[in-house]
């Protein structure tokens, strides 16, 4: 049975930064593409940025590019995403999915696993 755990979640100021974690059991996470999505209040599931088995990296959204950075650790069988600058904007439960073959989507019906999220809210 596959089980993605997020953690690292947490209140932070603006312009703080914050590494949130994905641990998997019952899946080699670098086996497939991976990927972190956000939730914010009121808004729909959206893709931040992936990475594919290959170790090629995709980030969809705008405001993430330059800020967020996807990574893994093999030998851990964990995936982080490491947040930057972090604004009110930013707010958001955070998911880790797992998709079943090598590559990563944009669309969150793609990926058969999820993490239940961790919460990361930016406020002053």
């Known amino acids: 049975q596959v089980q993605l755990v997020e953690s690292g979640g947490g209140s932070v100021q603006p312009g703080a930064s914050l590494r949130v974690s994905c641990a998997a059991s019952g899946r080699t996470l670098s086996n497939f593409g991976m990927a972190w999505f956000r939730q914010a209040p009121g808004k729909e599931r959206a893709f931040v940025t992936g990475i594919a088995r290959s170790g090629s990296i995709t980030t969809h959204l705008n405001a993430a590019k330059g800020r967020f950075t996807i990574s893994r650790d093999e030998a851990k069988n964990m995936v982080y995403l490491q947040m930057n600058s972090l604004q009110p904007e930013d707010t958001a439960v955070y998911y880790c999915?797992?998709?079943?073959?090598?590559?990563?989507?944009?669309?969150?019906?793609?990926?058969?696993?999820w993490g239940k999220g961790t919460l990361v809210t930016v406020s002053s």
């Open positions: 999915a797992s998709s079943e073959n090598d590559y990563i989507y944009f669309s969150d019906t793609q990926y058969p696993y």
